[in-house]
């Protein structure tokens, strides 16, 4: 197998574990695919397709730098907590009540504007990406960025899409078995899932803050010793007298 098929079918299979794995996106889109149907669980997943494709567009191409700023993820941190402690709540109050959104209209504009903003408001993708993308390509290609980004973001694209398409269409089957009263369970656990993860993401965004102000007044206090010291024990050269 040549080296651009072995980093495509690894791009493939980071694609699809990525989206695989358990979070705040599979939460949602098994609570609503349960709920609504199959085609809801695809616009979520569809959704957070976007926003993740973005953030591994962003550190591939070498402009991840453009929203490298603190500050930016201290505000998509917070955001995207927020956002899911909203949809915990919800859950919760689905769970409560047996209620069952509609699929039509605005619930369908919902749930793909859901997902994408799961994927879009997560700060923490853009370091994995920086980190992952980056290292998998140049191990994997040896040094040649150009076409190993390429493959690697068509490649995590393809996988994300396959597990995009797989999962609704299991939802969509395992439906017909599913009674109500399990629906109202599982919503119950995935609003508590929900919380966890909005508590989690609220947290680490809090105390990467904390380190980071931590880390800035501590290089501010080690420059203002440096330069006591300075003025205090390095001799000054005597002025000259004018002749």
Not at 11 to 26: F, S
Not at 101 to 119: H, I, L, M, V
Request: glycine residues 14%; proline residues 3%; aromatic residues 10%.
């Amino acid at each position: 197998m040549s080296v651009g098929s072995q980093l495509l079918a690894t791009a493939i299979g980071l694609g699809m574990t990525y989206n695989a794995a358990p979070g705040a996106v599979n939460t949602e889109a098994l609570r609503r695919g349960l709920s609504r149907g199959a085609r809801s669980a695809l616009l979520v997943q569809l959704g957070a397709l976007i926003g993740d494709s973005m953030w591994a567009a962003l550190a591939l191409t070498g402009t991840s730098f453009l929203v490298r700023g603190h500050a930016l993820h201290v505000v998509l941190g917070v955001a995207g907590a927020c956002f899911l402690l909203r949809l915990a709540w919800s859950a919760l109050s689905d769970a409560r009540t047996g209620h069952a959104p509609s699929t039509e209209g605005r619930a369908s504009r919902g749930d793909f504007a859901t997902g994408a903003f799961f994927s879009l408001a997560n700060p923490f993708a853009l370091a994995f990406w920086s980190g992952i993308g980056g290292a998998l390509t140049v191990s994997e290609t040896g040094g040649s960025h150009g076409s190993g980004f390429a493959m690697l973001f068509a490649g995590f694209v393809l996988g994300a899409l396959l597990w995009c398409l797989a999962m609704p269409v299991a939802l969509g089957w395992g439906r017909r078995l599913v009674r109500p009263a399990v629906i109202r369970g599982l919503n119950a656990l995935c609003g508590i899932a929900l919380g966890y993860f909005g508590f989690m993401l609220l947290w680490n965004t809090l105390h990467s803050f904390v380190d980071h102000a931590a880390g800035a007044l501590e290089r501010d206090a080690r420059q203002l010793a440096r330069d006591c010291l300075e003025r205090l024990f390095v001799p000054h050269e005597p002025s000259r007298s004018a002749s």
